[in-house]
């Protein structure tokens, strides 16, 4: 089993090269962030997502 984090601010972290397979994100907040070179295969995303042209855009690939 993986470690949990709970109730933690991780704000301005800079992940370098984590593996976060079969992770779990439950109620966090990902305002202003930003992912690039990032692998997303099998993602399921349930949630509503806000941006101008996003939801054009996430099934693009």
Excluded: K
């Amino acid at each position: 089993m993986g470690e949990e984090f709970e109730d933690r601010d991780l704000s301005e972290s800079v992940f370098w090269g984590v593996q976060m397979t079969n992770a779990t994100f439950r109620d966090t907040v990902l305002n202003g962030s930003t992912f690039f070179h990032t692998e997303w295969e099998n993602v399921s995303i349930d949630c509503p997502v806000y941006g101008r042209g996003c939801r054009d855009n996430l099934g693009e690939r």
